[in-house]
């Protein structure tokens, strides 16, 4: 049978990871797929050192090989929502299948994408854009389709991972770090993405609608970055048994879908809390499986590789079949899906990590402890520490059960409010991940 012709555009870290594991494996893949899988175009804007194309022709315009008649599927791996939006529409539009690697394409304009997808009998295929190497697509999609799933809960920026565990590990600066993410190709082309939590929302957003079954509202995702975490809070988690993650959480509940990223106190026993480094992790909480986690690379050259390359031989093994019969999209039929609301952030329900930094007063705990009370806010343990050198003040911790974070945040506003309180109260979700 003759090879099916891929058209790579992009070929940065991730293109040239695709293509060398295209070449390399080609005999493998060909057993696996039952077809050869062969680059027929590449548009790239510059030569990249970590790839030897040889006689592959090259463009450095994208819609060419879009155009290409010659071209079965187009892998998109430019990034970005603009031309990347354009260039994968135009493709669906020429009745080629898509593989992507684009998680900000996917979240925010995945709903039209699969639309258009369907009408034209294709398939847009998307592993690579949700914690790289790791299947957990295609785990949550097909392996988990038994389950009512319960809750999402992952490490899905390789980079914020990396930056948190070096500063734990190594007292690293937040900038020395991120500078050698970059230069490893994991961070975003704008870092604020890894940083700001808005990359791992992406892929949060994806991961709850193959979840739950709702069309991808990244509008609605809560996000909170790393930026302001300081190493007194990471001390101090330890001390209480917890490392601190940034963590993105989609929860199915009675009144809607929790969808938030933040980082997040996690009990230091949970596996999911040992995930360091680059490293992503996602757990999936299934009524029929129980609790099950995936593990892997989060980012990089092949392991991301590894996810395109998986999507082209499934393209390849249901290009013949009749696209009525295909796995969907959104793992759910998409006249079944579901209206159930996202919440806002106000209606979720967490337990919390409070650092009050108080003055050394008779009374102050007790005021603390009333005004929590007084909003049913059940403490579960207390820390107070020594008066700190430079400003005499005392940094309480306490830790909450789980409660509505719109009473937390008027307990806040009153704790804040309190003669004795001095600054911002630090407020950090705690998931036992249980
Ligand atoms: N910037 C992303 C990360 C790349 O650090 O995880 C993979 O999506």
Redesign the pocket.
């Known amino acids: 049978m003759k090879p099916v012709k891929v058209g790579i555009c992009g070929l940065g870290t991730v293109g040239s990871g695709t293509f060398n594991v295209l070449k390399r494996n080609a005999e493998e893949i060909a057993r696996r797929a039952g077809r050869g899988i062969e680059v027929a175009q590449i548009a790239q804007r510059r030569p990249n050192p970590k790839c030897d194309t040889g006689i592959t022709p090259i463009t450095d315009d994208v819609f060419a090989v879009v155009d290409n008649p010659e071209i079965d599927v187009v892998v998109e791996l430019i990034g970005g929502y603009t031309v990347a939006r354009e260039l994968v529409m135009r493709a669906i539009n020429n009745g080629k299948h898509v593989v992507t690697a684009n998680?900000a394409l996917i979240a925010v304009h995945g709903n039209e994408i699969f639309a258009r997808a369907r009408e034209k009998g294709v398939i847009v295929a998307f592993e690579a854009s949700v914690a790289?190497g790791i299947p957990v697509i295609k785990a949550v999609r097909e392996g988990l389709a038994a389950n009512r799933i319960n809750w999402v809960a992952g490490i899905i920026?390789?980079?914020?991972n990396f930056i948190l565990t070096e500063m734990r590990e190594k007292g690293r600066t937040f900038e020395d770090v991120l500078k050698e993410?970059q230069a490893l190709g994991?961070?975003?082309a704008d870092p604020t993405f890894?940083v700001e939590g808005i990359?791992a929302a992406h892929k949060l957003t994806i991961l709850a609608s193959i979840a739950f079954g709702i069309p991808l509202q990244f509008d609605k995702a809560y996000t909170e970055g790393i930026t302001t975490l300081t190493t007194a809070d990471v001390g101090y988690a330890e001390a209480l048994g917890y490392r601190i993650k940034h963590l993105g959480v989609a929860r199915s509940t009675e009144k809607g879908i929790e969808l938030r990223v933040h980082p997040t106190l996690i009990p230091a026993d949970r596996l999911i809390a040992n995930v360091n480094g680059v490293m992503?992790a996602v757990m999936v909480n299934g009524d029929a499986v129980g609790s099950t986690l995936f593990y892997g690379a989060?980012?990089g050259m092949e392991p991301?590789a590894s996810s395109v390359v998986a999507d082209l031989v499934d393209v390849v093994r249901a290009m013949t079949s009749d696209p009525e019969n295909r796995v969907p999209h959104l793992a759910f039929q998409p006249d079944a899906l579901s209206d159930h609301p996202v919440l806002p952030i106000e209606a979720c329900e967490s337990a919390y990590y409070l650092r009050i930094q108080a003055k050394d007063h008779p009374g102050v705990l007790a005021q603390v402890a009333s005004i929590l009370s007084e909003r049913g806010i059940n403490i579960e343990s207390i820390m107070q520490k020594e008066a700190e050198e430079h400003d005499g003040l005392i940094p309480m911790i306490l830790l909450t059960h789980r409660v509505h974070e719109q009473h937390m945040n008027e307990a806040i506003k009153a704790l804040e409010s309190l003669e004795d309180v001095v600054g911002a109260v630090v407020r950090i979700r705690v998931e036992h991940l249980n």
């Open positions: 998680k790289g920026n390789g980079t914020g993410a994991y961070a975003e890894d990359d992503n989060g980012a991301t």
